[in-house]
C-alpha cells in the first residue's frame, strides 16, 4: 500500500525530479506557492488514477465516503486533502478489484 500511496505524490523519485537550469536561478517559491503546487499536483495524480481506472467522481465517492464535491475540489487542487482521505482514495484507485 505505501507504494501505491507514494504514486499519488510527486515527489516519490526524487531522481525523477526536474533539474535546474544552470543558465538561470528561478525566485524560490513561498511556501504558500510550494503547498498550492503540491495540492495540484497530489490532484491530478488522483485525477488521472481515477480516469485510467475508468472511475467517475460519482462512482469514487461512493467507495470511500468522501463527498463528490470534494473530490472534484481535491483534483482541481483547489481544497487541502486530509491523509486520512488520502489513503481511501489510493485505497480504492489502486485495489486489484473495483465493485462498482
Known sequence: ???DLLSILPFC???EAPQPQP???PEPLTYRQQLRQ???TIGQNI???RT???LTLRQLSRATGIPEHKLDQYELGKNEIS???LISIEHH???RSYCH
Request: proline residues 4%.
Open 93 to 95: 484507485l489502486h485495489s
Open 47 to 49: 485525477h488521472q488514477a
Open 23 to 25: 543558465t538561470s536561478k
Open 13 to 15: 523519485h526524487p531522481h
Open 83 to 85: 491523509i486520512e482521505e
Open 38 to 40: 503540491l495540492r495540484r
Open 1 to 3: 500500500m505505501q507504494n
Open 52 to 54: 485510467q481506472k475508468r
